[in-house]
């Protein structure tokens, strides 16, 4: 790691221990070691600050320890346990030592806190903790989240799905075919699918999507340094986001409304599943991020989508407005991104779940009254709650009639004994997917 990665890594440590919303920079993003070591200490964090505040009661630093040496402390902490690393091999990667931790730290603390690291006990640790704070701080999982699970997983079901969203190298990255020309015969897939086999990168056809292949995650970056990619033919996603577009059928002929459509990656693929002649209509209430899809959409030659910047719970539409098909990809918790989003896992608190519950209940009677009688709306969220899920659909069935889902998407959660029609979830541990919710429903009144 050199000094320029490390000041970068302990500037967003200590932005992260502040409660701050941390702000990658340009040149962040583009660090990989920065990002790496940032991402994957925030995904360990009370596991982490565990062994942290246990180790610093022994070597009597507590009194003198500040946010930077916590922050170096942290990473000291991820570097032992989770790579092994030796004494040596950390102490390098603070060479030269900055001047402006003279001051507050030294070599010798530095090995002091590291030998009493190697004599870490888990069993002493864990003495006087109670059973569901062991399984949060050694899985790494928020209790909030343990709590709110419980009523509806099983136990063991429940760590399958965290450790799977906490290995997000092992998650496959789908990769999506887009034609610019549809009307035109192509060999795209072919020539894709060469490329991968030619360049020996393992990769599936995704038995769902025919225009889509499933790679390993760890060979995106090859996949972005292609011509196919970089002339916008290949989208980038979770699987998960095209099963849920495949559920409004966008090959048939209608208007269609996606309400909460930033970043755009769901409007492209419903934009390239369509029939041609239909109209898709993308509204977001972020201005910055409705920009950011116009040039997304822009970069996939999108023609067949309009975009609009409003509130879908009051869209600047005329009131005779209405769709055949609406698609409300809502904001949510995140709790089943926490692979490409650990920073979420700490934001997860009952405040945090009704605030976006609220929101969602105001998007989904916005999405109800835009819908022609008959017309088709896919509720989804990226959340492994029932609240976000099962149990928010409950009050839309006197308006909505449930559909059947595809046998690819798993049960819903059991409500009152029950299983709910219409709705179903896709499970990291089963799907290989974020965790998703999804519900389809048809408008009464046809």
């Known amino acids: 790691m050199n000094q320029d990665s490390f000041q970068r890594l302990i500037g967003l440590l200590i932005q992260f221990l502040d409660s701050e919303t941390v702000q990658l920079s340009e040149k962040a993003r583009k660090d990989r070691t920065t990002i790496h070591y940032y991402s994957e200490i925030v995904r360990y964090w009370n596991k982490i600050n565990f062994i942290y505040s246990y180790t610093i009661k022994a070597v009597n630093h507590s009194g003198n320890t500040t946010k930077t040496t916590k922050a170096i402390y942290f990473l000291i902490i991820y570097r032992k346990f989770w790579e092994n690393a030796t004494f040596e091999e950390i102490i390098n990667d603070f060479q030269p030592f900055p001047k402006s931790l003279v001051p507050i730290l030294s070599k010798k603390s530095l090995l002091q806190f590291y030998k009493k690291l190697q004599t870490f006990s888990w069993k002493k640790a864990f003495s006087n903790k109670s059973t569901i704070e062991k399984v949060s701080i050694d899985n790494a999982i928020p209790t909030f989240v343990l709590r ?100 409004l059928s966008p090959e048939k002929k209608g208007s269609f409304l996606d309400m909460c459509a930033a970043p755009g ?42 975009i609009m910047n409003g509130d879908s719970i009051d869209p600047p539409l005329r009131e005779s407005t209405k769709y055949d098909k609406i698609l409300l990809d809502a904001p949510c918790t995140g709790s089943g991104t926490f692979s490409s989003h650990p920073e979420l896992k700490w934001r997860q608190n009952r405040s945090f779940l009704y605030q976006n519950v609220t929101l969602q209940e105001k998007l989904l009677n916005s999405a109800v009254s835009l819908l022609k009688p008959g017309g088709i709306l896919v509720y989804s969220t990226c959340s492994l709650y029932a609240e976000e899920g099962e149990l928010q659909v409950n009050h839309l069935l006197d308006t909505l009639l449930p559909m059947d889902l595809p046998e690819y998407f798993s049960d819903p959660y059991r409500i009152n004994d029950t299983l709910p029609e219409g709705i179903g979830r896709l499970f990291p541990a089963l799907h290989g997917t974020k965790g998703f919710f999804v519900g389809k429903f048809k408008k009464k009144g046809a």
């Open 148 to 247: 709110r699970l419980k009523p509806y997983l099983q136990p063991d079901f429940i760590l399958r799905n965290m450790e799977k969203l906490d290995s997000p190298e092992e998650l496959k990255t789908a990769i999506a075919i887009i034609e610019h020309q549809r009307n035109i015969k192509s060999d795209l897939k072919e020539r894709v699918k060469t490329y991968l086999i030619e360049n020996k990168i393992p990769f599936s056809e995704d038995p769902i999507i025919n225009s889509m292949f499933l790679i390993p995650s760890r060979h995106l970056s090859q996949i972005l340094q292609t011509q196919f990619y970089k002339r916008g033919n290949l989208l980038i996603l979770d699987k998960g986001s095209a099963y849920i577009v495949k559920l």
């Open 265 to 306: 990656i769901k409007t492209i693929l419903l934009s390239n599943f369509a029939y041609p002649q239909n109209k898709i209509f993308a509204v977001d209430f972020a201005l910055t991020r409705v920009y950011e899809m116009k040039d997304m959409l822009k970069f996939y030659n999108t023609t067949n989508v309009s």
